[in-house]
Structures are given as structure tokens and as C-alpha cells.
């Protein structure tokens, strides 16, 4: 006895000394939250231990324990949410010792199978001045908790609150090196020179580099929204589709000019599943919105904290310049593409067709001097050479036609949803166009087949097993045809549809068309969509 005050023996230091050392010596923050935990409950000789931590908006959005047994766990349910007497320690921001659990007031009881306790120890941890959590201790073995018990427990929860920041602080430095390492990666990408397209580059990495279950790069159009490029868990359903824009998160993303986030995010397509914890992340260029980037933790997960989502402020300001540099050298190439279709189409017209056109016309003066047989063979040559003007005519509209359009025509669109499918296939689908499609095919209307041909492409991954197909888009007979045809396992027997089947059969039924899905003999699949066509209206 010292000034009043009473020391805890030897042996009880010696165990508080233990127990801090093994808290300080852990660096990943889930394990020095539970390590916290069991020394606590070493520490005071409880039977049961817990560290709550306290969500931004009160409660708790984690609870570590130990002592019970994992099946009795599951027989009780849903952790603690914070009410009660653990509510209490919350709301005081102080110590509370109890004899008797039970007979506190304060106290909520507890749920269906969840074992008795009676004394109890609330003791907060302070990180920073701020309340990190609480940590809890009951049924201490040999009596009710004792003025010594708070004491030793307090002293562990000051130095737990260390730890507990140094490992905060670990764990940031780590997610900026990843943030950190994945601008670094854009950056290099997008000034190569090598033509991918940016908002691609950006998604790959990003999805790569944050663990996300799922990153998508969505664009505003009109009063919808387009999932332009997605990446991860059922990314391949959702690349291409649109959802409605009032009221969503990448909208509030863009209005705010900031990154927004919430704890869960319904399915874009609708019916069930979703996503945990997920942000936008707004992207702009030249002052200009180019749409917002979406990352999508798997249900359960850590929310993203305000280290994160300044590390997302961060790295969409520095994308932004990259993005828009990248697209700046991109139009400068596609202008040059433009100049040299310009160039062959023009030598084209001026050269090689009056080349030809002049050896038809030699060759029908000479069929005068030929006798009947050589004069027919004469005729033969003239109308294949008529024939090949005519071919080298339609390169040349075309040649000029793709001036205008670049890269942005229905068949290049195609051709870029094949070439992303195939390595998922493990084979390149066979490619056919029956007619002008990009000449006649608006930008509406190409949304939608390059839609059907995602999700066909997408079932033939998920189901059909299948060693090749093809993918037919054909303007005939006043209708334009999409086909995804596959050799795999057919369809089973009974069919249920998926929300982007159903979603490609609305697509087809809004244009006054039909959808069908039909096994094909003797294995595999077929579908096509069909939709009322007239190329003069186009």
C-alpha cells in the first residue's frame, strides 16, 4: 500500500508484461484485434473475452471473441449488435464492473442457447483520443472481477490501442502501396502507345490490384447508365447492359465530384445476390465527366474507410490526366487512320479502277476481231473485271464510310466482345455479317446486339462445355438475325432462365421481335434474337 493505492502482486505484472508483448508483437490488424482479446481473458482469468469495434454510426460492426464453441456460435446466430450493457460502456466511454450481469438495469439479457455468464468487465480502448472499442470480459473463474482486474485490463487496453493503431497504420501504408502500384501500372499502359482503350486499362487494373469482387467503369447516357467495362464476378452478364441512372450511386458520384459510398449494392440486373461495401469513384477529364468507377467488396467485408476513399480521390484525379492524354494520342492516331483510308481509297478510285475499266474496254474492242468461242471467253474476262470494279467500289464507300465511323462500328464491336470472350472459351468462335450492318445499324440498335452476343458468349462459358460455334449477325428478308450457336452439352431438360436471358428476351419483344434458345442436332445450343429490320430506314 502506496498513497492509498493498491499494486498489483508480482506475478499479476509479470502477466501484464506477457500479455503486452504479445500484443505489441503482432502487426496484421485482424490478428492483433483477437490476440488482444485472449490475453485479456488470460490476463483476468475469464471464461469469456470479446473486443467489440465501434461503427462510425454507433453499434458495433465488429465483434471478436473467444470461449465459446464454434458450434454453439452458429446455434445463437447474429453476433451482438451493441444494446445492453455493452451499449452502456458505448454511450460512457468508461470502465463498468459487474457482480451480477443479470441484476444491472442496463442489461438486455441474452438470446436462445447463449450461455450464462454473471460477473462482467467493460473496459474501452482509446486509439488517437478516439474510442476504438470495447473490450469485454465475463465470468472471471475464481470470484467477481476485482479493483485489480480493471486496473491490469485498462493498462492492456492503452497499450492495445497502440498496436491497434500501429497496425492501422501498416495496414494503410499496404492498400496505398497497392492503390500506388496500380496508377503506376495505368500510367505506363496508357502511355505506350499501344491502343488499348484507357477506361479498359483502368478497370483490368484496378481489379487486379484492390482484391474487389467485382470493378465496373459506368457511363452515363441519357437517363440511363451503361456498364461499359466490367471486371470479375459476373462481369461478363453485366459488360454492356444498362440500368436506370436516377438516384444511383454513380450519379451522387458524379454530382459530388467526389467519391460515394455505401454498405451494400442490390444486383444491377435485379433478383438476388448483390455486393457488400462498395464505392464510386467519379472520373473526369478536360473538366468533362467520363463516367464513374465502381469497386464492389464481397458481402461481409470491412467498409472502406476514410483512408481508402481518399486513396480513391487520389488515384481518379491522377487517372483522369492519364485517361485524358491517352485519348488525346488515340484521336491523333485515328485521325491518321482516317488520312490514310482517305489516301488508298482515293488511289483507289483514281487509279485502279480506271486501269481496269480501260483493259475492259480494250478487250471488248478485240472480242470484235475473235472468233465465237474466244469472243465468249473475251465476254467471260470483261465481267469479271466489271465484277471487280464493283467489289473495289464498295471497298472504296466502305474506306470512307469507316473514315467517319473509326473504330466505333457494330462489326468492330463484335469482333471486341469475341476477341474478350475467347480466352475464357479456351477457342475463337466462327464470325459471319450478311449485309451493311454498320452502315444501316444505329447506335441503339448496336447496343443491343452486342449485348445478345455478350450474354450468348456468356452462357456458352457457363454451361455448355462446348469445343467451338459461331456468332452470325445478318440483315435478310426485312428482319436483322443474331445467332450464338455452340457444339457443347445442349440444354438441360428442364430450362431455367437466367435475368440476362430474360433480359435479352425484353430487349427483343421491346422491338417487336422474338428470342429463342433451341437445342441443335445431334448436340448444342442455339440462340437467336430477331427484331423487325428495314436497312432503308436506317
Request: proline letters at 4%; aromatic letters at 4%; charged letters at 25%.
Amino acid at each position: 500500500m502506496a498513497n492509498g493505492l493498491a499494486f498489483p502482486d508480482a506475478p499479476r505484472i509479470r502477466e501484464l508484461l506477457r500479455a503486452t508483448r504479445v500484443v505489441v508483437e503482432q502487426i496484421e490488424l485482424d490478428l492483433v484485434l483477437r490476440t488482444i482479446v485472449e490475453a485479456a481473458v488470460s490476463l483476468s482469468g475469464s471464461r469469456y473475452g470479446a473486443l467489440g469495434v465501434i461503427a462510425p454510426t454507433g453499434g458495433l460492426e465488429q465483434f471478436v471473441h473467444v470461449g465459446m464453441a464454434r458450434e454453439l456460435e452458429g446455434r445463437i446466430g447474429h453476433l451482438p449488435e451493441g444494446r445492453g450493457i455493452l451499449g452502456a460502456v458505448i454511450d460512457t466511454g468508461a470502465s463498468i464492473r459487474l457482480d451480477h450481469l443479470g441484476l444491472d438495469d442496463r442489461s438486455a439479457g441474452f438470446p436462445a442457447h447463449h450461455p450464462p455468464m454473471d460477473s462482467f468487465l467493460g473496459v474501452p480502448v482509446v486509439v488517437r483520443g478516439e474510442v476504438f472499442g470495447n473490450l469485454y470480459l465475463t465470468d472471471k473463474v475464481d470470484g467477481p472481477f476485482t479493483a485489480e482486474d480493471e486496473e491490469l485490463v485498462e493498462s492492456l487496453a492503452a497499450t492495445a490501442g497502440i498496436a491497434i493503431d500501429n497496425a492501422r497504420l501498416f495496414d494503410e501504408s499496404r492498400r496505398r502501396e497497392r492503390w500506388s502500384a496500380a496508377l503506376a501500372e495505368i500510367n505506363v499502359t496508357l502511355l505506350s502507345g499501344d491502343g488499348e482503350d484507357p477506361l479498359a486499362v483502368v478497370v483490368e487494373t484496378v481489379a487486379a490490384a484492390v482484391g474487389a469482387e467485382l470493378v465496373c467503369l459506368v457511363r452515363p447516357q441519357g437517363d440511363e447508365l451503361l456498364i461499359e467495362v466490367a471486371r470479375g464476378d459476373g462481369a461478363l452478364a453485366l459488360q454492356g447492359t444498362r440500368v436506370a441512372a436516377e438516384g444511383s450511386l454513380v450519379v451522387r458520384a458524379l454530382e459530388s465530384g467526389g467519391p460515394v459510398v455505401v454498405e451494400s449494392l442490390a444486383h444491377p440486373q435485379g433478383g438476388g445476390g448483390g455486393y457488400g461495401p462498395t464505392v464510386a469513384v467519379p472520373l473526369f477529364a478536360d473538366g468533362l465527366p467520363l463516367g464513374a468507377l465502381t469497386i464492389s467488396r464481397p458481402v461481409g467485408s470491412d467498409r472502406f474507410s476514410t483512408a481508402d476513399l481518399e486513396m480513391a480521390a487520389e488515384f481518379a484525379r491522377q487517372t483522369s490526366v492519364a485517361i485524358a492524354f491517352a485519348r488525346a494520342r488515340l484521336d491523333r492516331q485515328q485521325l491518321e487512320l482516317v488520312e490514310e483510308r482517305t489516301r488508298i481509297a482515293r488511289d483507289l478510285h483514281d487509279h485502279v479502277i480506271q486501269r481496269l475499266f480501260g483493259a475492259g474496254l480494250a478487250l471488248q474492242s478485240a472480242s470484235g476481231l475473235a472468233d465465237r468461242a474466244l469472243a465468249a471467253r473475251i465476254a467471260e474476262q470483261v465481267d469479271a473485271i466489271d465484277a471487280a470494279i464493283s467489289e473495289i467500289r464498295t471497298v472504296v464507300f466502305t474506306l470512307q464510310s469507316r473514315s467517319t465511323a473509326a473504330r466505333d462500328g457494330l462489326r468492330h464491336r463484335v469482333l471486341d466482345v469475341v476477341a474478350a470472350v475467347a480466352p475464357a472459351l479456351g477457342w475463337s468462335p466462327r464470325l459471319g455479317f450478311v449485309g451493311a450492318v454498320d452502315l444501316f445499324v444505329d447506335d441503339d440498335l448496336a447496343d443491343d446486339i452486342v449485348a445478345v452476343v455478350r450474354e450468348g458468349l456468356a452462357n456458352v462459358v457457363r454451361h455448355a462445355r462446348a469445343a467451338g460455334g459461331s456468332v452470325r449477325v445478318a440483315i435478310t428478308d426485312g428482319r436483322l438475325v443474331v445467332t450464338v450457336e455452340d457444339d457443347g452439352v445442349g440444354l438441360p431438360e428442364r430450362v431455367e432462365r437466367s435475368s440476362g436471358i430474360s433480359n435479352l428476351a425484353d430487349r427483343a419483344v421491346a422491338r417487336g421481335g422474338t428470342f429463342l434458345l433451341a437445342p441443335v442436332d445431334p448436340h448444342g445450343t442455339r440462340l437467336e434474337w430477331s427484331v423487325p429490320f428495314a436497312e432503308e430506314a436506317g
